[in-house]
C-alpha cells in the first residue's frame, strides 16, 4: 500500500495547498498529517515533531485567556479567544518561530521538513 | 518618574508589612481580596486608557489587561464562591486601592503622547511590583490549593503583561521615524478601534 499511499498523499497535498486552510478535503484516503498545538495556562505545549510541508497544525486555546500563535515571519496569525482553535496549513521548510502577541514570553518552534 | 516610584515602593510596604516573619501572613480571604483588587485596579487604569488615548496600540494593551484581567477575576469569584469563601479587605487591598486611584487622578492631568508613556511606564512598574508581591508574600501564604494554583496563573500572567508592557513602553521611547522590529506591539491582525472619526 506504500506506493499508492504516497501517491494519493502527494496529490491531497498538492490540493491542500491550493485551498485555503479551512477548506482541506476530509474524506481522502491519504491526509497530510494533522498536529495539535495546545495552548494552556499560558504557555505553548510541546511543539510538534515530524512536520512537513502541507502538514496542518491545528492550534487549540485551552486557556482562560485569548492567545495568538503568530509566526516570527507572519507566514502565519490566528487569534483565539478561549476555548476556540484555527488550523494553519505549513507551508515552508525550515525553523518556524512562533509566539503570542499578547503575552511575549508565550513561544515555541517547530521544525519543517520537505514533503 | 518618582510617582511610579511612589506607587511601587507603597505597594511593596502594604505587602511586606502583610507578611512579617513572624505574624502568620495573610489569610486566604485576604489574600483573594488583594489578588482581586490588584487586577481590579489595572482594569481601571486600562478603561482610562481607553477613554483617553487615540493611540492604536496603547488601546490595544489597554484592552488586553482588561480581557486578561477580568477572565483571571472572574475565576476568582468563581472559585471563593465554590470555597464559600468571603473576600476579606484588608490593609494591604486597602492601600492598593487609594494607590490606585491616586494614580487615576494623576493620569487624567495628562493628555497625547504623555498620558501613553506614562500609561505604559505605569503599567512596567505596577505589573512588576504585584509579580513580586505574588511570587514573595501571596503564593507562599496561600493555604488553598486551589486559590495558590490561581495565583500562579495570576503570576504568570502578570510576568506577560510586564514584557509586554516593556515593549510598549519601549516603542514609544523611540522617535515615531525609527522603525522598530519587535514585531509584539505591532499588531496588523487587531481589529479597528471604532472610538474616533476617521
Ligand atoms: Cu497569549
Redesign the pocket.
Known amino acids: 500500500m506504500a506506493p499508492l499511499g504516497v501517491a494519493f498523499r502527494t496529490s491531497a497535498l498538492t490540493a491542500a495547498m491550493l485551498l485555503t486552510p479551512l477548506a482541506l478535503p476530509s474524506s481522502a484516503a491519504a491526509k497530510p498529517t494533522v498536529h495539535t498545538v495546545v495552548?494552556d495556562k499560558?504557555v505553548f505545549a510541546k511543539a510538534p515533531t515530524g512536520v512537513r510541508v502541507g502538514d496542518v497544525i491545528v492550534w487549540v486555546n485551552k486557556?482562560i485567556?485569548?492567545?495568538?500563535a503568530t509566526a516570527r515571519d507572519r507566514s502565519f496569525d490566528v487569534d483565539l479567544a478561549p476555548g476556540k482553535s484555527a488550523r494553519t496549513v505549513v507551508r515552508k521548510t525550515g525553523l518556524v518561530n512562533y509566539y503570542?502577541?499578547?503575552?511575549p514570553g508565550?513561544t515555541g518552534r517547530m521544525v519543517v521538513a520537505a514533503k | 518618574m518618582i510617582r511610579r516610584l511612589t506607587l511601587a515602593a507603597g505597594f511593596a510596604v502594604a505587602l511586606s508589612g502583610a507578611a512579617q516573619a513572624q505574624d502568620p501572613g495573610p489569610s486566604d480571604p485576604q489574600i483573594a481580596h488583594i489578588a482581586y483588587t490588584a487586577g481590579q485596579i489595572d482594569i481601571a487604569a486600562a478603561r482610562q486608557a481607553i477613554a483617553k488615548s487615540r493611540n492604536k496600540q496603547v488601546r490595544a494593551f489597554a484592552q488586553e489587561m482588561i480581557r486578561d484581567h477580568a477572565a483571571v477575576n472572574d475565576q476568582a469569584l468563581a472559585l471563593v464562591k465554590r470555597l464559600n469563601v468571603t473576600p476579606e479587605a484588608n490593609p494591604t487591598s486597602a492601600a492598593l486601592e487609594a494607590q490606585g486611584a491616586q494614580k487615576l487622578r494623576e493620569m487624567a492631568k495628562l493628555k497625547g503622547a504623555a498620558f501613553d508613556r506614562a500609561y505604559a511606564q505605569n503599567e512596567v512598574a505596577y505589573h512588576q511590583t504585584v509579580n513580586g508581591a505574588l511570587a514573595s508574600a501571596l503564593i507562599p501564604n496561600a493555604d488553598n490549593a486551589e486559590l495558590k494554583g490561581l495565583l500562579q496563573t495570576g503570576l504568570r500572567l502578570f510576568q506577560?503583561h510586564q514584557l509586554h508592557a516593556e515593549q510598549l513602553a519601549n516603542g514609544m521611547g523611540k522617535k515615531k521615524r525609527s522603525s522598530n522590529n519587535h514585531g509584539s506591539h505591532e499588531r496588523p491582525m487587531q481589529q479597528p478601534q471604532n472610538s474616533g472619526p476617521y
Open positions: 495552548m499560558m486557556d485567556f485569548q492567545h495568538t503570542c502577541r499578547y503575552h508565550m | 506577560e
